[in-house]
């Protein structure tokens, strides 16, 4: 599985939950920030049938995957660019929707990227964005920080938490120009694989344990039987807490 499609399987109870939220109308013309692979961005292209998606990502890898995918479904609404949400200079007033699934997070200056979103965005245009809650509502974080040597797995610093304090993000999105701003849990376990043995593959490709001899042995071992034991009929699961936050653009 690549990272494109580990992602995608990841997070699936997510997206229900995401996609739902949406509430894409027929002629809309929608923003996907951080669009990855493309999964929220053609769901949003099937939804607004008589507008069109614009995705923008950092990575050109996996931007070339959401174009390939796209171009298979046949949606010739939707184009995919290369650019940092932040600073890409996107067209004024020109978005219906803005929506993210698990793409805001990473900003290295948050201000400035909603700030240059909401200018992107129409007068009562809508915001929906899928982020983490707090590091420690996270299993998945926790465990694999716990079990991984130091330094290799997701750290309570880390970036992929920055948006899980709600007054914080409020108060962003607030002096960005945006009101109404809401956020409704999403309780949902992150499948990690359908086996142990899957999970195990997936987990050391995104935090490889590059280091030789006993130690490294010895997390690779540990790391195996805590995926053992999170284990069930449907899959590795791992618990998981995040926030979908919706906001209007004044």
Not at 76 to 85: H, P, T, Y
């Amino acid at each position: 599985m690549n990272r494109a499609d580990f992602y995608d399987a990841e997070l699936s109870r997510h997206n229900a939950h995401f996609e739902a939220a949406l509430k894409i109308e027929r002629t809309n013309q929608v923003l996907d920030i951080g669009c990855g692979s493309g999964q929220a961005a053609r769901y949003a292209a099937r939804a607004a049938s008589e507008g069109g998606v614009v995705g923008v990502d950092i990575s050109e890898e996996m931007l070339a995957i959401a174009r390939q995918r796209s171009a298979e479904q046949g949606l010739r609404n939707i184009v995919f660019e290369l650019g940092d949400a932040q600073i890409h200079p996107f067209p004024t007033e020109r978005f219906d929707v803005g929506i993210s699934r698990f793409g805001t997070m990473f900003f290295a200056d948050p201000a400035v990227a909603f700030s240059n979103i909401a200018r992107a965005m129409r007068q009562r245009a809508r915001l929906v964005l899928l982020v983490w809650q707090s590091h420690d509502r996270n299993a998945w974080a926790t465990t694999l920080q716990q079990t991984l040597p130091p330094g290799i797995g997701p750290s309570a610093a880390g970036a992929a938490f920055s948006l899980g304090d709600c007054a914080v993000t409020e108060h962003l999105l607030s002096n960005a120009g945006f009101t109404s701003i809401d956020f409704a849990p999403v309780h949902e376990p992150v499948f990690y694989g359908p086996d142990a043995d899957a999970a195990f593959d997936a987990v050391t490709t995104l935090f490889p344990i590059k280091e030789p001899g006993a130690a490294a042995d010895a997390a690779r071992r540990q790391l195996r039987s805590v995926l053992e034991t999170h284990a069930t009929a449907e899959g590795v699961l791992f618990d998981s807490r995040a926030w979908i936050v919706s906001a209007v653009r004044r």
